[in-house]
C-alpha cells in the first residue's frame, strides 16, 4: 500500500528544510501529529528516532533509515504484521519555491488490511502535513 501527497511552497528548499526537520515542532503546524518527541539531542540523522502521537493511531517510533541533507530523508516504523515507510522529498524549482513530496508505504503481511482500514486517514494526515509544511514555510 502506497499513499502520497504534494504541494508547491513559496519558500526556498533551506528553510522548508529547516521546518521539516524540527520534528518536535510539528504539532505546532500539522493537526496529523498531537506529539512529537526525538528519541535523543542533535540534528536528524541516519538513525535517529522520534516517537509520534497521532490522533486515532497508537504511538509510534520512526527511525531514520535514509536521509540527503537538505533534500530528503525516509524513517521507518514497525509493528506487527506490518512496516511502514515515511518518506519527505524536496526539490528545488525555479524562483526560489520547493516542491514537497510526502508518501507513506506499508509492507507486510497486513499491510493490506491495515491499508484498507486506514487508508483514509493515512491520506488524511499526509494532506494536513503538506498543506501545514506550506503555511509554516511560507510565514518565514
Known sequence: ?????????????????????????????????????????GPLAVGATARLTQPKLRPAVWRVTDLTEGREFTWASQTP????????????????????ELAIAQFGPLAGVIG????DLLRRYL??????????????
Not at 484498507?116 to 487508508?119: A, C, D, F, V
Not at 494532506?127 to 509554516?136: C, I, M, N, Q, V
Open 81 to 100: 504484521g506490518v512496516r511502514t515507510r515515511g518518506e519527505h522529498r524536496l526539490l528545488p524549482l525555479p524562483g526560489g519555491r520547493t516542491r514537497v
Open 1 to 41: 500500500m502506497r499513499f502520497e501527497a504534494d504541494t508547491e511552497i513559496a519558500a526556498d528548499v533551506e528553510q522548508v528544510w529547516a521546518v521539516l526537520v524540527d520534528v518536535p515542532r510539528w504539532p505546532e503546524w500539522t493537526a496529523s501529529v498531537s506529539r512529537a518527541e526525538r528519541g535523543e539531542p
Open 116 to 119: 484498507w482500514l486506514y487508508g
Open 127 to 140: 494532506r494536513l502535513e503538506a498543506d501545514g509544511l506550506k503555511r509554516r514555510s511560507e510565514r518565514g
